[in-house]
């Protein structure tokens, strides 16, 4: 069998199959190829500014790694003008963050960056293996995600930076998509589907530069790469929503290559139609990105799989065509002052209820931290107070409350406030 060229540069011998397209590629073709569309990306959204002081997330895993390595490869090659720093959060998970930590260190050592540390102990006087250790495993990953988003920014307002990248891809945009869909969340939605995350009550923005690329690809580049990356997931995630929502995209992108991308676009299309004062978009306050996944947990656990059930529905929906001879078709012509059509039923239709108006998001300060939080007093500090009286508080009403950048009063929280700039 003849060997196949690459489809780019029609000389070498084709070594990559991209998840993305399909497209056969050779290694170095396809090393360009992913570094030339997260400049695109870059630039099409106008993220960076030249001389801008970056803070790029960092765990060690493969999204923060290959993040960092494109980051600088593009900083040099298309001048960026940018000064990038590795932020880290240790979560105080014994046997997981302590390992991945070693791998940051590494990456900041052959990236030559400077590096920068927090900890949920120094901030909240916690960590997440006694916290773990108090709540159990149930609803654990609330306590973390809401603890790590504004570790985050308390990190980034320690370096004196206001901009913070994240290592997410178009595979978690995509669940995201699909999981506040589900929920029949639309202002949440919304504000999922931005690339960035900006607010009026706060300095700090936030940005995802992977936002298109796909979680193989991500890998593969990692992998062609030869980058320094940790694999293990966390010990304390437990099955969740996500991790259904998850399966349900593996499946669909199987059929269709293009499937993560459709829906992460059919996603920002919808956000266009929810109105700004519901979304928070467009207005003072702007508030557009979210990964909460509430209190089911980060999600690394992987779905359960459902061909069984795509089986069923397509038997069901044969039945389904075979009883349409069956239907009796109910009709509103005699609103219009016309006679029903003969062998139809009418059925008088009551005066149409007025649309629900849905809540606006309000974004002000946490009353005990004074950080970014559309209600008195931000869930991290509810979460707080529940574990400082040994009586944990997970099912708490938040309302619209910002998910990405709630803030939080910590056990020690009067020596690490913040103020503006």
Not at 181 to 192: S, T
Not at 348 to 371: D, E, H, I, N
Request: charged content about 25%; glycine content about 10%; some cysteine.
């Amino acid at each position: 069998m003849v060997p196949s060229l690459c489809q780019i540069c029609h000389a070498s011998r084709a070594m990559i199959l991209r998840p993305k397209n399909h497209h056969k590629l050779c290694k170095p073709c396809f090393l360009l190829a992913f570094e030339t569309e997260i400049h695109t990306t870059i630039t099409t959204h106008a993220l960076f500014k030249p001389g801008e002081r970056i803070a790029i997330g960092a765990s060690g895993g493969k999204d923060s790694t290959v993040l960092a390595s494109v980051l600088k490869t593009l900083n040099e090659r298309h001048a960026y003008g940018l000064e990038l720093i590795l932020l880290s959060i240790d979560e105080g998970i014994t046997g997981y963050r302590d390992d991945s930590l070693k791998t940051v260190k590494r990456n900041a050592v052959q990236y030559g960056m400077e590096l920068c540390i927090v900890g949920y102990e120094e901030l909240y006087g916690w960590t997440m293996d006694q916290v773990v250790a108090q709540i159990g495993k149930k609803g654990n990953c609330t306590y973390c995600g809401v603890f790590r988003r504004q570790a985050l920014d308390r990190g980034a307002a320690r370096l004196g930076i206001k901009h913070v990248v994240t290592g997410h891809n178009a595979d978690d945009v995509a669940e995201t998509v699909l999981m506040n869909l589900l929920r029949g969340d639309l202002p949440r939605l919304a504000r999922a589907t931005g690339i960035v995350t900006e607010s009026a009550a706060s300095e700090i923005k936030r940005s995802k530069p992977l936002k298109y690329a796909y979680e193989k690809e991500i890998v593969l580049y990692a992998h062609h790469r030869g980058l320094d990356y940790f694999t293990t997931e966390c010990i304390y995630s437990p099955e969740a929503f996500r991790g259904s929502a998850r399966t349900l995209i593996k499946s669909l992108e199987r059929v269709r290559p293009s499937a993560i991308l459709d829906v992460v676009r059919s996603g920002e299309d919808m956000a266009g139609l929810v109105p700004g004062e519901v979304s928070g978009r467009g207005r003072p306050g702007l508030v557009v990105d979210t990964e909460e996944e509430g209190a089911g947990g980060c999600g690394s656990a992987n779905g359960t799989s459902i061909g069984g059930e795509m089986m069923d529905m397509e038997t069901r929906l044969s039945e389904s065509e075979k009883a349409h001879g069956r239907e009796i078709e109910i009709t509103m012509d005699t609103l219009k002052g016309q006679e029903p059509d003969s062998g139809k039923v009418v059925v008088p239709v009551s005066k149409a209820r007025k649309a629900k108006k849905l809540p606006t998001q309000k974004m002000g300060q946490c009353v005990r931290c004074g950080y970014l939080s559309s209600q008195e007093i931000c869930k991290a500090c509810m979460l707080l107070e529940g574990l400082n009286k040994n009586r944990p508080k997970v099912g708490i009403e938040v309302g619209m409350e910002e998910e990405d950048s709630s803030p939080t009063s910590a056990r020690r929280m009067g020596s690490l406030k913040v103020g503006p700039g």
